[in-house]
């Protein structure tokens, strides 16, 4: 296992907390590996693979927005 270096903050999901650390990677290629965590299970991604996830959980969010700024407008519905 990688050597944590820090804590990097929390993440909440419903009613369950996730800690985020940062650790030393696994391998010369990934200099770091990032674990999101709990008492009952660990992500282990390393940090090309972090920032992908960030960027997803980014465009979701965006397009998130996107949805419920239409509000009740219906799929196919052309009334503009």
Do not use: V
Request: positive net charge; charged residues 30%.
């Amino acid at each position: 296992m990688g050597e944590k270096i820090r804590d990097m903050g929390s993440l909440k999901i419903g009613d369950t907390r996730f800690a985020i650390e940062l650790n030393h990677g696994y391998t010369t290629r990934n200099k770091y590996s990032i674990h999101i965590q709990n008492e009952k299970m660990r992500l282990a991604l390393n940090d090309e693979e972090f920032l992908k996830l960030c960027g997803l959980i980014l465009r979701a969010n965006s397009e998130l927005d996107y949805l419920k700024s239409q509000g009740n407008k219906k799929a196919g519905d052309n009334n503009e």
